[in-house]
């Protein structure tokens, strides 16, 4: 069994931490138009965004019997 060794409060105030800064998370969504080769992109915040977008564009391909659109999230 091994024990932990107490430190001290002068051995956590040596030591270096580095604050990395705040990154911004962009996602993509291409949504590409089948019938007539028109694509457009749309840059969002979060993945979550991204899933909303390509939910609704799977919503609009359930109103037709064709796939008309497609989506891409990266």
Known sequence: MTTKRKIGVEEI???VA???????LMVTVAIFDLANGNSTTIAVA???QAFL???A????NGITSVDIFTVSVF
Do not use: K
Request: glycine share 4%; net charge negative; charged share 25%.
């Open 13 to 15: 105030e040596a030591q």
């Open 18 to 24: 580095l604050e990395l800064p705040d990154r911004e």
């Open 46 to 48: 979060t993945l979550s």
């Open 53 to 55: 977008i390509a939910s």
């Open 57 to 60: 564009v799977g919503q609009i």
